[in-house]
T-cell receptor, first 115, second 113 residues
Framework: DGGITQSPKYLFRKEGQNVTLSCEQN?????MYWYRQDPGQGLRLIYY???????QKGDIAEGYSVSREKKESFPLTVTSAQKNPTAFYLC??????????????FGPGTRLTVL | SQQGEEDPQALSIQEGENATMNCSYK?????LQWYRQNSGRGLVHLIL?????REKHSGRLRVTLDTSKKSSSLLITASRAADTASYFC?????????????FGQGTILTVHP
């Protein structure tokens, strides 16, 4: 059963702590993305990776870090430098296809709450 | 920054009615995509329209694209209560922005049984 999994579904963090959100895909996609969604808002791109061992900052990368050591995995670390981390985090992946459609497939999301 | 702006922000209709949502964007695009999000869930891709296309259909969905006005619309015909969700447009700029989509703020659709 192919798809994208994110864990955990809910995450609580104390101020000053770093936390890592997991994203795994078995779709054999080269590209992976992390988005942040605030209540009633659209998605904002945090980081994206087009290939293993390479990633690029998105529009709101400050306070976040990522790694892409394996094709299937793209974990996101929310650091203590992120001033307002409470949000819904979505991971996505896409093929690198010639048609350049870049249709993205999304995981179920992780809701992070800072206490 | 958000490229897409969607209108209306919220739409409430009765089952069986049609729902129309609009999306405007600012820069040239390679394609425009529509996604659906049920409350608290991930997004699901609905339909894609390329910059050289004007209209596309998929089941009860109809999408139009007017590149001269930098706008798109999504029509859901004969709506059902199960269509209740948020709908987002996303633009792909092409060129060097490989893989990057820019999402609008979304339209919240409520379909009453």
């Amino acid at each position: 059963d192919g798809g994208i999994t994110q864990s955990p579904k809910y995450l609580f963090r104390k101020e000053g702590q770093n936390v890592t959100l997991s994203c795994e895909q078995n779709l054999n996609h080269d590209a992976m993305y992390w988005y942040r969604q605030d209540p009633g808002q659209g998605l904002r791109l945090i980081y994206y990776s087009q290939i293993v061992n390479d990633f690029q900052k998105g529009d709101i990368a400050e306070g976040y870090s990522v790694s892409r050591e394996k094709k299937e995995s793209f974990p996101l670390t929310v650091t203590s430098a992120q001033k307002n981390p409470t949000a819904f985090y979505l991971c996505a992946s896409s093929e690198r296809d010639r048609g350049r459609t870049d249709t993205q497939y999304f995981g179920p999301g992780t809701r992070l709450t800072v206490l | 920054s958000q490229q897409g702006e969607e209108d209306p922000q919220a739409l409430s209709i009765q089952e069986g009615e049609n729902a129309t949502m609009n999306c405007s964007y600012k820069t040239s695009i390679n394609n425009l995509q529509w996604y659906r999000q049920n409350s608290g869930r991930g997004l699901v891709h609905l339909i894609l329209i390329r910059s050289n296309e004007r209209e596309k259909h998929s089941g009860r969905l109809r999408v139009t694209l007017d590149t001269s006005k930098k706008s798109s619309s999504l029509l859901i015909t004969a709506s059902r209560a199960a269509d209740t969700a948020s709908y987002f447009c996303a633009t792909h700029a092409g060129g060097t922005s490989y893989g990057k989509l820019t999402f609008g703020q979304g339209t919240i659709l409520t379909v009453h049984p």
